[in-house]
């Protein structure tokens, strides 16, 4: 009969000087940063191929406010006069013109009739500065437009989208 070893079974022995500690990372842990890492780069890759709203056609009513808006955004007074009726440009006083910096503008509804139709749309002001950062408020307004042959113009737009073809800026 071999002699049986008493005690507890043996566990290994201490490390050699020298050697490092290996020790096996947690692989809950891994699947966590793992899944971290998958989230990250999909937000990553949703804010950066964003861009711009696809445009609505222009034989539209609501093709016509969203291109008449982003002309005047961009500053050309131009091209927005482009699609207002005769009846608006008219309409226009110097006292009237607002500055259309830091807009957006968001299509709610649209109510289109044989003769006429209602663009709906949410406008976004940001103004900056201020004590606790910039302010912003939101106001629904709409668009007027009217049949011009083939096409829609433009009869009646927020004040905040208000153009005055051939006026000189204040």
Not at 59 to 62: E, L
């Given at each position: 009969m071999s002699p049986q070893p008493e005690g507890p079974p043996e566990e290994p022995g201490p490390e050699k000087?020298?050697?490092p500690r290996r020790t096996?990372?947690?692989r809950t842990l891994l699947a966590i940063l793992a899944a971290i890492a998958v989230i990250v780069i999909i937000a990553l890759a949703v804010v950066f191929t964003r861009g711009e709203p696809a445009p609505l056609a222009e034989?539209?009513?609501?093709g016509v406010a969203q291109r008449y808006a982003a002309a005047v955004i961009a500053g050309d007074e131009a091209a927005a006069s482009a699609y207002l009726t005769p009846a608006a440009r008219s309409k226009c006083t110097p006292d009237a013109r607002p500055t259309?910096?830091?807009l957006r503008v968001t299509l709610v509804s649209t109510t289109e009739r044989p003769e006429s139709a209602d663009v709906r749309v949410l406008?976004?002001?940001s103004e900056p500065g201020g004590p606790f950062g910039s302010a912003e408020y939101q106001v629904e307004d709409a668009f007027d437009l009217v049949r011009s042959g083939n096409g829609w113009l433009i009869d009646a737009a927020?004040?905040?989208l208000t153009v005055c073809p051939g006026q000189v800026k204040q």
């Open positions: 000087p020298g050697e096996r990372p947690d034989s539209t009513p609501a259309a910096r830091n406008v976004t002001v927020p004040w905040q």
